[in-house]
């Protein structure tokens, strides 16, 4: 598994680099630090085969059930290619027909909280999103994405779990 997510971090690089040097304001693209590789698989059998290999490489492991399907976070005990220390396992959505393997890298700056104008002035194609508490701004280029975040997904995960904390409390 590191073999091949490796390898599409390398083939991701090299397009990531590339779309950095037509960039005006490259300055800002070369600082923002890659922490996160998001990881697309078929279906459950996939999702679940997968899941198990990210167990003997990781430190901390969760499992999320969220839009109709698994994901999985898992923070590693040795940084991948560009060290990246973060895998998000994602099963595919019901009925969607996105490709699988490398979906995304996160990047993060907290920089990229004003990140819309640059990317404006840049010409580029973007969207801020949300999913429950997470934010961030999509950038899609050379067929692939980047989500600029001012957090990385561990943050995510412990505002989620305080908000589980205070739904418990509160029972």
Known sequence: MVEELNKAI????????AFIS?????????DLRPT???????????????????????????????????????????PLAHNISIIKLMQRRPNSTDAIG???????????????????????????EQNGICTWTSIWFAGTEAKLRTDTVLTVLADEYKQAEQHVLAA
Not at 22 to 30: C, H, I
Not at 43 to 57: S, W
């Open 10 to 17: 390398e083939v991701y690089m090299q397009k990531w680099q």
């Open 102 to 128: 490398l979906d995304h890298i996160d990047f993060y700056s907290p920089a990229a909280a004003g990140a819309e104008a640059l990317l404006d002035k840049e010409g580029l194609k973007w969207t801020h």
């Open 22 to 30: 037509e960039r005006q304001n490259a300055t800002f693209f070369k």
């Open 36 to 78: 996160a590789i998001g990881w697309k698989v078929q279906d459950l059998d996939e999702f679940n085969r997968r899941f198990e290999e990210m167990r003997g490489l990781s430190t901390k492991l969760d499992l999320t059930w969220m839009n109709e399907r698994w994901i999985s976070e898992g923070c590693l005990k040795t």
